[in-house]
């Protein structure tokens, strides 16, 4: 999750416009996936209308959980994000057990699903054999950790370019896939009711339009936030849905849906037909900067995650340590320990899909159903903490309660089953990661700590 002004600086922080936020709400959620999913999408659908159907009702779901996570955020403000929903609705054992679940599955699965997908643009380009997509994908993990062990992070215009760049490319192919003419391309094959798998479908869109979480940790930074919120994520839901719909729209116009679903690089594929090889190299190119650019903001803030966590756990203390670096002390400090164990775990998992069919695809079936899991708890905090303090105040109130954050919940638990019952071998592999996490609770650190303070005075347990 991205780091948190400090709540000295509360004062001065109501700084965003809505416009602002809208902006930087699509910048968060705009990614790489966009540039690979579509494949794995067209594989769980049985026609083009259901193709384009499931990308829609993903924006949907992803304004619904927006709405509940903008309650949450408004009325508990906290640099921890879920980890303090969470800690406040079910205790510290829980929220340690999801700070355990992002560092060893959710951030570090996401990690080398990024490197995937950054290596299969890369095999594009330069292709250096059958094993190259995750020969690629190891090395970008092993350089960005480096940068990031040494101190040097990405700056903020670096992540404002790579953005340009990610939109910038879903443009391109919105207007060449509209405006060009689409190339004969075979027939769809019927899909098999086994693999016809909706549920799974979404998984893939969902893991897209990823990240709308993040934009609840803008309610502080807002202006007058509880009047605003609800205008940033229907105005950013709604350009995250046009971009979305249109870019698959043009894709599946120039590859049809059989060529979508034996495309594991659909952008480049789809340039190649309709602006022959030197537009696949170029899109392909701008791909790898952004998904570069992608990996080594994930590195930057999961090490953070793992960080926060081993400050709770009595004999990780070494992990949580940050290192002075390039500098005095504030500046260039990095948290070095926590940097390389997250990167090692990351490259274990490059081995793990490096074996498999997809690489890309077996990360994902080794985070969703923890995502999900945990999301599903997130949701249910929002019922949780309404109970416990019926007469707060709440800056913000999600709309049409309690059937908004009821719809949410149960949207998560069917993803949750979907993300068990029709994934592979790799969901149970992320279970179990998360189980052996179980152990840690018994070191749990029970020495006094002093409350930490939120923007809005509120304390954590």
């Given at each position: 999750m991205p780091p948190s002004p400090t709540p000295a600086a509360a004062g001065s922080r109501a700084s965003l416009s809505a416009l602002d936020a809208t902006i930087m709400l699509v910048g968060i959620v705009v990614g790489i996936g966009i540039?690979?999913?579509p494949s794995l999408v067209a594989a769980h659908v049985e026609s083009e209308l259901a193709f384009i159907g499931v990308w829609?009702?993903?924006?949907?779901?992803?304004?619904?959980?927006?709405?509940?996570?903008?309650?949450?955020a408004a009325a508990?403000?906290?640099?921890?994000?879920?980890?303090?929903?969470?800690?406040?609705?079910?205790g510290r054992p829980v929220a340690m057990l999801f700070g355990w679940a992002r560092g060893s599955v959710?951030?570090?699965?996401?990690?080398?699903?990024?490197?995937?997908?950054?290596?299969?643009y890369a095999a594009q380009l330069l292709p250096i054999g059958p094993q190259g997509p995750a020969l690629y994908a190891a090395l970008s993990i092993v350089a960005l950790t480096a940068v990031n062990v040494l101190g040097t992070l990405p700056g903020k215009n670096l992540q404002v370019a790579a953005t340009a760049i990610e939109v910038g490319a879903i443009v391109a192919i919105i207007g060449f896939g509209l405006l060009g003419a689409p190339a004969e391309a075979a027939p769809a094959a019927a899909v098999a009711p086994a693999t016809a798998a909706f549920g799974m479908a979404m998984v893939f869109v969902l893991l897209t339009y990823g990240?709308?979480?993040?934009?609840?940790?803008?309610?502080?930074?807002?202006?007058?936030?509880?009047r605003n919120i609800p205008r940033v994520l229907l105005a950013g839901t709604a350009i995250l849905v046009v971009l979305y719909v249109l870019a698959n729209l043009a894709l599946l116009m120039i590859l049809g849906l059989e060529g979508?679903?034996?495309s594991n690089a659909v952008a480049a594929d789809m340039m190649a037909r309709v602006a022959g090889p030197s537009g696949a190299g170029l899109v392909s190119a701008a791909i790898i900067v952004a998904a570069i650019s992608t990996l080594n903001a994930t590195i930057f803030t999961g090490a953070r995650s793992w960080s926060a966590m081993a400050s709770d756990v009595t004999f990780l203390s070494g992990i949580s340590r940050w290192k002075a670096r390039g500098g005095g002390a504030g500046r260039g400090a990095t948290p070095a320990n926590g940097l390389i164990l997250q990167g090692a775990i990351a490259l274990g998992l490059v081995g793990l899909g490096a074996v498999t069919e997809d690489g890309f695809r077996a990360m994902v079936d080794y985070t969703a159903p923890v995502f999900w899991g945990f999301l599903l708890l997130v949701g249910l905090a929002l019922f949780v903490l309404?109970?416990?303090?019926?007469?707060?105040?709440?800056?913000?109130?999600v709309p049409l309660y309690p059937l908004t954050p009821a719809l949410f919940c149960l949207t998560c638990g069917y993803m949750l089953h979907a993300s068990i019952a029709y994934t592979g071998l790799g969901a149970l592999?992320?279970?179990?990661?998360?189980?052996?996490?179980?152990p840690l609770l018994l070191f749990r650190r029970r020495d006094a700590e002093p409350p930490l303070p939120s923007p809005l005075g509120e304390t954590r347990p």
């Open positions: 540039f690979r999913t829609v009702a993903g924006g949907l779901v992803t304004l619904v959980g927006a709405l509940c996570y903008a309650e949450l508990h403000p906290h640099a921890g994000g879920e980890y303090h929903f969470l800690s406040r609705a079910y959710i951030q570090t699965g996401a990690i080398a699903g990024v490197a995937f997908v950054l290596g299969d990240g709308w979480n993040e934009a609840a940790y803008l309610t502080g930074e807002m202006q007058d936030a509880p979508l679903r034996g309404r109970r416990r303090e019926p007469g707060r105040a709440l800056p913000y109130k592999v992320g279970l179990a990661v998360v189980a052996a996490g179980l």
